[in-house]
């Protein structure tokens, strides 16, 4: 699993009536886009995660797509 800043977390629900969360990543903690993440949900809550493989990354349209990348280096790309 490899994700970078922007990039959102979704969780499915691992048992019956248990809702999906989707989290969105503020912060890339491993090399190379890999795990583990901070993330920050809706509520305005932040965790560190290393999702299972009950988790998939919805990476932002048209984003910088290099594993890892900071917002600072997307912001900077997208506004050239």
């Known amino acids: 699993m490899r994700a970078s800043v922007g990039d959102r977390?979704?969780?499915?629900g691992r048992v019956v009536g248990q809702h999906d969360?989707?989290?969105?990543?503020?912060?890339?903690m491993g090399s190379g886009g890999e795990p583990p993440y901070r993330v920050r949900f809706e509520d305005g809550r932040e965790a560190v995660m290393s999702?299972?493989?009950d988790s998939?990354?919805?990476?932002e349209a048209g984003s910088d797509r290099r594993p890892?990348?900071?917002?600072?280096?997307?912001l900077t790309r997208r506004s050239r």
């Open 51 to 53: 999702p299972g493989p």
């Open 9 to 12: 977390l979704l969780m499915h």
């Open 68 to 74: 890892g990348a900071t917002l600072r280096e997307r």
């Open 56 to 59: 998939v990354v919805q990476h």
């Open 21 to 28: 969360r989707v989290a969105d990543i503020v912060e890339v």
